[in-house]
Every structure is written in structure tokens, then in C-alpha cells.
């Protein structure tokens, strides 16, 4: 079974299987409009020296030395690695035949896991409420979403080609499309994950298992921004719930930070990490309705200059 395959399948039996979460988390204050200026960062050290890990590395120490690696490198991985090391579904994302094998593998290995922990039936109600990994030290917990509509009603807001491959997935796939907010939120979040699972590794990768990563992280920022935007004109009483939901303000503001952030600093190794719509589908991102809509929902200015990993106010 590919990777693909086995990812959406996965998810899908996730999906029906959840159950009900738990509401522990403090209410975030981020996107408060009174809120200091905000810039999501998170540590990261991607030339770190590994030569050891690489030298000793075997397929039966492969949870070690993914834990070691991201240890040096990236430790909300390490701690994400530490939190599901457990998880039997592991396997199935992890190539183990080389180290090369094996950190290209992790764009996806760490991306999976991150659905596995977010749609943890301990932590998310499907179309209820959701949980984010967002980093080793913040995990965002019972995030309101009040069900929401089909994404695929973003379609007719989509005029290019750019995410094409991944919009037949998400959008126009007859099980996928007809996912609800819970779905833009998950597949962008876990794609924020896998991103630097891939960036910080990305001196060690050869084929095309992480060749998508920017790609999925704006695509994914696509369809939340273009979700609000719809919610706003053809749904305007759930837009008005889920505008007066401070976690989910919050959490959108923190994940389009969030994605500037990691497409910033995976900019450099672009031409192993994603293909060129990948910038293309980042523009459109910041065209001003998207902009408009982003800022009227969070009640936060973001900029747009060389910090679009910053709020403006």
C-alpha cells in the first residue's frame, strides 16, 4: 500500500472513530486585539552535527535515533516523537533501508503522527471541538469548531491550477471534500509539522518523499484562508460563532505565522522541499481579500514585509 494510501486511510478510520475530548487548555490570547505584537518561532539548529547518529544508524534503532536527531535539531519533533512513541502506526510511515531513506521519510512519518496526537479521541470531537501539536511547548486543546460546511464549497474560489494534485484530494474527492472545518484545520497543522520534520534533515534528502512539503503547507493555508472567506458570505451564522471563539481565532492567527515562519526557513533548500507553486500558491495567500479576511477574523494586522512571521499590532 503507498504512503499515500495508507495515509488516508488512516485518517478516514480516525475520522469515524473519534470520540469525545477533554477541555484543559487555557483560553490563548494571541489574537486578542489588544494583544502585544506577535511572532511565532519556535528553536531549531539544522546544521547541528548528526555524523554519529548517521554512522550508527540500523533499522532497529530507528525511534532512538529519530528522537536523538531531533533532539539536536528540532526538538518539538524529539517531543512529539517521545509523546507517540507508542503508536503502532509508526511503521508505517518510517523507512528504515538508509539514514537517507529514513529522514526523507519523516516529512510524512512526522505529518501522520501529528493527525494521530490531533485527532487523539482524548483530545478531539470530530467537527466538535480539535487539538493542535503546534510545538514542544504549546499543544492547543479543545479548539471550538461548531461543525462547519463541506470544504469543497471553496472550489469555485480557486481560479489557477497551482494545488491541482492536492485539491483533488481534499476537495474534490467525494469522502474527503465533504469534511468540515476539523479537515482544513488537521491536514494544515500536520502539514506544518512535516515541513520541518523535513527542513531541518534536508542536507540528507535524495528522492521525492518530502518533495511536497512547502507545497502542502500553503496549500493548506489556501483552504483555511478561502474556508473563512465562505463562511463569511454563504454562512454567516457559523461565521459568527466561530468568530467569537478566542481559541480558534488564535489558532488560525498562529498557523498562518506559523507557515510564513517555516516556508521562510525552508526557502533555501526549495528545490528538494517543494516545487515552484509552492511560491505561487504563497502569493495568492496574500492577496488582499485573503489578508482582509484573515485580519478581520483574528482581529490582529499581520505584516507583510520580510516578518510575515509577525502581527503588525
Same mark, same amino acid.
Given at each position: ?22 477541555? /484543559? ?17 519556535? &528553536?531549531? $539548529? ?8 548517521? *554512522? ?27 509523546? +507517540?512513541?507508542? !503508536?503502532?502506526?509508526?511503521? +508505517? ?27 487523539? &479521541? ?21 479548539? &471550538? ?18 494545488? !491541482? ?16 472545518? +476539523? ?17 531541518? /534533515? ?5 528522492? /521525492? ?10 496549500? $493548506? ?28 481565532? !488564535? ?25 515552484? $507553486? ?9 492577496? &488582499?481579500? $485573503?489578508? *482582509? ?13 520580510? +516578518? ?6
Amino acid at each position: 500500500m503507498s504512503r499515500t494510501r495508507v495515509r488516508r486511510v488512516v485518517i478516514a478510520v480516525l475520522a469515524l472513530s473519534l470520540g469525545s475530548g477533554t477541555a /484543559v487548555a487555557e483560553p490563548a490570547t494571541a489574537a486578542s486585539p489588544t494583544a502585544a505584537p506577535y511572532c511565532y518561532e519556535e &528553536p531549531s $539548529n539544522p546544521t547541528a552535527n548528526i555524523a554519529d547518529l548517521k *554512522s550508527a544508524f540500523r533499522s532497529a534503532n530507528w525511534m532512538q535515533t529519530l528522537q536523538a536527531m531531533y533532539k539536536r535539531r528540532w526538538p518539538s519533533g524529539e517531543a512529539l516523537a517521545i509523546a +507517540q512513541s507508542r !503508536d503502532k502506526y509508526w511503521d +508505517q510511515f518510517v523507512q528504515k533501508g538508509s539514514f537517507e531513506a529514513f529522514a526523507e521519510s519523516m516529512m510524512v512519518a512526522i505529518h501522520e503522527e501529528t493527525h494521530m496526537w490531533d485527532l487523539d &479521541p482524548a483530545r478531539t470531537r470530530w467537527n466538535t471541538h480539535t487539538a493542535a501539536w503546534v510545538n514542544a511547548t504549546r499543544q492547543d486543546l479543545a479548539v &471550538p469548531l461548531h461543525d462547519g460546511f463541506a470544504r469543497k464549497e471553496i472550489l469555485p474560489l480557486i481560479k489557477d491550477r497551482y494545488s !491541482d494534485s492536492m485539491d483533488g484530494i481534499y476537495l474534490r474527492d467525494r469522502t474527503q471534500g465533504e469534511y468540515h472545518l +476539523q479537515g482544513v484545520l488537521a491536514e494544515l497543522n500536520a502539514g506544518l509539522t512535516g515541513l520541518p520534520a523535513a527542513t531541518v /534533515v534536508q542536507e540528507y534528502i535524495k528522492g /521525492v518523499g518530502a518533495s511536497n512539503a512547502r507545497d502542502i503547507a500553503a496549500t $493548506n493555508l489556501r483552504y483555511l484562508l478561502l474556508y473563512l472567506r465562505v463562511a463569511k458570505d454563504r454562512h454567516p451564522d457559523y461565521w459568527a460563532k466561530i468568530k467569537n471563539e478566542p481559541k480558534l481565532r !488564535d489558532l488560525v492567527l498562529t498557523q498562518f505565522l506559523r507557515t510564513a515562519y517555516w516556508l521562510e526557513k525552508s526557502a533555501p533548500y526549495g528545490g528538494k522541499l517543494g516545487g515552484p $507553486n509552492a511560491d505561487r500558491i504563497t502569493a495568492t495567500n496574500y492577496a &488582499p481579500e $485573503n489578508i *482582509s479576511i484573515l485580519e478581520e477574523f483574528t482581529g490582529r494586522r499581520v505584516r507583510t514585509d520580510a +516578518q510575515k512571521n509577525c502581527t503588525a499590532s
